[in-house]
């Protein structure tokens, strides 16, 4: 049984940083695409940003490109996302994906991905 499980959300100020990680297990870790979405306050759940399995290829929602990176570990079965220069706009919920397709393009659509955490809170405040 495939289970993520996210970890790393809070409460951080205008500018602030933090690190999301999201634990996978039951999985070959390494075979498949993940990416973290968000769902903000009465807004639908949006791609932030993706990787392909072996971590040469990274995708990203344009408004957090230059500040949110994605990485993987895979030795760890671990994904992370680092959050810089973070804005009251990217208060939300983010969530851990994996598509367990094995498919090497990585997609941005949520229907494509069969697992998902639970998600973790993320605040920021101006």
């Known amino acids: 049984q495939v289970q993520l499980v996210e970890s790393g959300g809070g409460l951080v100020q205008f500018g602030g940083s933090l690190r999301l990680s999201c634990a996978a297990s039951?999985?070959?870790?390494?075979?498949?695409?993940m990416a973290w979405f968000r769902q903000r306050p009465g807004k639908e759940r949006e791609f932030v940003a993706g990787?392909?399995?072996?971590?040469?290829?990274?995708y990203y929602l344009d408004s957090v490109k230059g500040r949110f990176t994605i990485s993987r570990d895979n030795v760890k079965n671990t994904v992370y996302l680092q959050m810089d220069s973070l804005e009251p706009e990217d208060t939300a919920v983010y969530y851990c994906?994996?598509?367990?397709?094995?498919?090497?393009?990585?997609?941005?659509?949520?229907?494509?991905?069969?697992?998902w955490g639970q998600g973790t809170q993320v605040t920021v405040s101006s």
């Open positions: 990787i392909n399995w072996g971590g040469s290829r990274t």
């Open positions: 994906a994996a598509d367990l397709s094995g498919r090497t393009v990585v997609f941005r659509a949520s229907y494509e991905y069969d697992s």
């Open positions: 039951g999985l070959t870790f390494g075979g498949y695409a």
